[in-house]
């Protein structure tokens, strides 16, 4: 099992910038790949950034240039690093973390909101 915490979200006007962290723990050895989701109101989950094991990324085009996910091992920790955030940014923002063997873990969520 992994347990993932996310913290970082708030209130931002639009321009700003928020750091997401995603803290992992249990069975971390288990991980291949973390990300993050985002769900804006009345509207399905959607990927937002991964970071496999091997060091590549991928980013929603909706965030590309503006947000930057990263992974310090040593602190089990995935980040978003979300640049020039705009009001459609606004969503519950999850961690997600998927195991070698296709297992998927979530994270409770925050919030991040963006005000114009």
């Known amino acids: 099992q992994v347990q993932l915490v996310e913290s970082g979200g708030g209130l931002v006007q639009a321009g700003g910038s928020l750091r997401l962290s995603c803290v992992a723990s249990g069975n971390i050895f288990s991980i291949n790949s973390m990300g993050w989701y985002r769900q804006a109101p009345g509207k399905q989950r959607e990927s937002v950034a991964a970071?496999?094991?091997?060091?590549?990324?991928n980013y929603a085009d909706s965030v590309k240039g503006r947000f930057t996910i990263s992974r310090d091992y040593a602190k089990n920790t995935v980040y978003l690093q979300m640049n020039s955030l705009k009001p459609e940014d606004r969503a519950d923002y999850y961690c997600n973390a998927e195991s070698h063997d296709r297992r998927v873990y979530w994270g409770q969520g925050t919030q991040v909101t963006v005000s114009s």
């Open positions: 970071i496999i094991s091997d060091g590549s990324t």
